[in-house]
């Protein structure tokens, strides 16, 4: 990196973390800091919530994986890619459902009321093993775009990235995630409209809306993994979940409904990039933005950036919000060492520093972005019946426990490569991926209503006995 591209990339970083900060409200109580109301106790707006649903979701990893699925499989790879936002709504949904039916305030709370304690509790451990992994596979694309993997230019980026999030995410909690999130959410799509500016003049428009096939070997397996794992990827991420309790069940609705639509729209567009590369002999090498970017001149590469730190800033700021509110409020509530009454904002900023700290250290070590996020999505299936069916039982404990295990363990196995190569639903580069899931979900399902159709045998026989 020259000292004009160093002055540009260090000077945008600077300037963001700088506005960042001085834009960002300052929240002024506990119910502010960990639910995002305003200083009255007024919940967010719904076009707040529904860009910071939006924005929020769309990590910089996954818009850099988006473009790498586009450079490898074409439209089939951004639209298998993109189609992991259609979950936003059906989480919505579903989420509308818990809270008219059984007024719970957190998924925690539903799942303590119709599965137990240690259903919550091991909920919660996948969902904080997911919120660890958000903080250093954020900060590491940001690094990428200063230097590259053990250059000091590539960690100073991170962790100073880091900093400046970590510093408005003090100053306002939520409520400074929701506000900061609306702001990046404007940049994101200004900037992503400028790349196309680029890439669509330089190509064929029929040839990059149409290149790709739709085969189990061109990356249509992937695209029917994400269609699997719509019912149990979003509830696995409280940076999602949170906001589906910050405001009335229809508001919220609706601003899922629009964020996931947009979200879907935005992502497959910037898959684009990969699919420019592809057209063009363009080596993607892992990184088809920054690819992409190099082969455009400095202003691609330098939008590229821009679209990566926003959208890495709204998932980190979101992250340390939802850790906050997971360790200081749902935890202590499930362990019945707290009531209504909310923690200080203390007790939040200081878990936001501790995880800032050590959520970095993976990146240290030099682990592969991509691992944050390929293997969790398999091993939480088995939430999928758990919120799917959930309307069928009242209270059945072993529902929660033979379906959410069933789905962690087949994850391992497939992680460790220990799943018997007959699995694999046919011979694409995800064959055996889409195959655990598709098994694992009519396993994880009928392991959720083993015990029901236990229970009403074993009544039917005490009825019978009775007579």
């Known amino acids: 990196m020259n000292f004009t591209e ?26 502010s800091f960990y639910k995002g109301a305003d200083d009255q106790g007024n919940p967010v707006s719904q076009w707040s919530l529904t860009a910071s649903i939006f924005i929020s979701w769309i990590f910089a990893k996954s818009v850099t994986n988006a473009a790498n699925l586009g450079a490898a499989y074409g439209v089939t790879g951004g639209l298998a890619y993109a189609s992991y936002w259609l979950s936003i709504p059906v989480a919505g949904y579903i989420i509308y459902l818990i809270r008219t039916q059984t007024g719970a305030r957190s998924l925690q709370d539903f799942l303590t009321s119709r599965f137990g304690r240690l259903a ?18 954020n900060t590491a694309v940001v690094g990428g775009y200063f230097g590259l993997p053990g250059e000091w230019e590539y960690y100073s980026a991170a962790m100073l990235f880091t900093v400046f999030t970590l510093a408005y995410s003090l100053k306002g909690g939520l409520r400074s995630s929701i506000f900061t999130d609306v702001i990046q959410a404007f940049v994101f799509v200004f900037f992503v409209g400028a790349v196309l500016f680029l890439i669509v003049p330089a190509n064929d ?42 405001n009335k069940e229809k508001t919220m609705l609706k601003s899922f409904v629009v964020a996931g639509l947009l979200g879907f729209v935005a ?19 892992g990184n088809a933005p920054a690819a992409v970017g190099q082969s455009l001149g400095l202003a691609a590469l330098f939008f590229m950036s821009v679209v990566m730190m926003t959208s890495a800033g709204s998932t980190l700021d979101s992250t340390f919000s939802s850790l906050a509110k997971s360790l200081a409020v749902d935890l202590p509530r499930l362990a019945k060492r707290a009531k209504d009454r909310l923690p200080s904002v203390r007790v939040g900023a200081v878990i936001m520093i501790v995880f ?13 972005i991509l691992k944050a996020t390929t293997i969790s999505g398999t091993m939480v299936m088995g939430l999928a019946p758990v919120f799917l069916f959930y309307g069928f039982t009242r209270w059945s404990p072993w529902s929660f426990h033979l379906s959410f295990w069933t789905g962690l363990g087949l994850g391992v196995l497939l992680a460790t490569g220990l799943i018997p190569a007959s699995w694999a639903i046919g011979d694409g580069k995800y064959a055996m991926l889409l195959g655990v899931n598709a098994y694992g979900f009519l396993i994880c399902t009928a392991g959720f209503f083993v015990p029901l159709v236990v229970r009403r045998l074993a009544g039917r026989s005490l009825a019978a006995g009775e007579v």
Request: hydrophobic share 55%; aromatic share 14%; charged share 10%.
């Open 6 to 31: 160093a002055t540009l990339f260090w000077g945008f970083l600077v300037v963001y973390g700088v506005v960042m900060y001085v834009l960002s409200p300052k929240s002024k109580n506990a119910n």
């Open 120 to 137: 919550s509790l091991a909920f919660a451990a996948a969902i904080l093993i997911r919120l660890y992994n958000e903080v250093w596979s």
């Open 205 to 246: 428009t029929s040839a990059l809306l149409t290149d790709g096939e739709f085969k189990l070997n061109a990356g249509f397996d992937l695209l029917l993994v994400a269609l699997l794992q719509m019912f149990s990827y979003p509830f696995h991420d409280p940076v999602l979940t949170d906001r589906g309790f910050v």
């Open 267 to 285: 992502v497959f567009i910037f898959s684009l990039v990969g699919v420019h590369a592809r057209l063009n002999g363009i080596e993607a090498m």
């Open 356 to 368: 800032a700290l050590l959520g970095n250290l993976p990146m240290f070590a030099g682990t592969d």
